[in-house]
């Protein structure tokens, strides 16, 4: 039996520092985005994949794959969603059982409203405390660190090859 590889000191820092940081930005960015445009951070994120699209529509199991959500988060998400006139959900002609999931026009004015906000606070919050250099490392530790996962798939979840771009 193979034995626990331990985290150092320095990994186990490291490690609840980025912990603590993840969790504390995405609080933070998600009820400025609230108090600002009425969006959650998942709302938005959703948007951001459809509005992505030049149709703006996407399967419900393509959004699935983008955002890293399970089946039953995305569906009950959709509906709220869809409640409030952000998207609809249309039939797919080629697979009658399936269905486009579209970002509505309110979606887009919701979308096109909250970007300027969330994008100040996303630049506020992280980037402008960071060197171009960090920046830098960052994107090549997350390129790392996705690839890594890509490679070790056994959670059932492929990665996506979209530009994660959320902001």
Same mark, same amino acid.
């Given at each position: &039996?193979?034995?626990? *590889?331990?985290?150092?000191?320095? #990994? !186990? *820092?490291?490690w609840r520092a980025y912990l603590r940081m993840q969790g504390r930005l995405t609080a933070r960015l998600n009820r400025e985005l609230q108090a600002g445009s009425g969006l959650s951070l998942a709302d938005y994120e959703v948007l951001v994949h459809l509005t992505d699209r030049a149709d703006g529509r996407l399967r419900p199991f393509e959004l699935?794959?983008?955002? !890293?959500? #399970? !089946?039953?988060?995305?569906?009950?998400?959709?509906?709220? &969603? !869809?409640? *409030?006139?952000l998207v609809r959900r249309e039939e797919c002609? #080629?697979?009658? *059982?399936?269905?486009?999931?579209?970002?509505?026009e309110q979606g887009r004015r919701a979308i096109a409203a909250a970007a300027p906000g969330h994008v100040e606070t996303v630049r506020r919050l992280f980037f402008d405390g960071l060197t171009r250099e960090q920046v830098a490392a960052l994107e090549g530790l997350s390129a790392d660190v996705l690839a890594r996962l890509d490679d070790d798939n056994t959670d059932g979840h492929p990665g996506d090859d979209t530009d994660d771009s959320l902001s």
């Amino acid at each position: &039996m193979n034995s626990p *590889r331990w985290l150092d000191p320095d #990994e !186990q *820092r490291a490690w609840r520092a980025y912990l603590r940081m993840q969790g504390r930005l995405t609080a933070r960015l998600n009820r400025e985005l609230q108090a600002g445009s009425g969006l959650s951070l998942a709302d938005y994120e959703v948007l951001v994949h459809l509005t992505d699209r030049a149709d703006g529509r996407l399967r419900p199991f393509e959004l699935e794959r983008g955002l !890293q959500w #399970e !089946q039953s988060r995305l569906s009950h998400h959709l509906t709220r &969603m !869809q409640r *409030r006139g952000l998207v609809r959900r249309e039939e797919c002609a #080629e697979d009658g *059982r399936g269905a486009f999931v579209v970002i509505s026009e309110q979606g887009r004015r919701a979308i096109a409203a909250a970007a300027p906000g969330h994008v100040e606070t996303v630049r506020r919050l992280f980037f402008d405390g960071l060197t171009r250099e960090q920046v830098a490392a960052l994107e090549g530790l997350s390129a790392d660190v996705l690839a890594r996962l890509d490679d070790d798939n056994t959670d059932g979840h492929p990665g996506d090859d979209t530009d994660d771009s959320l902001s």
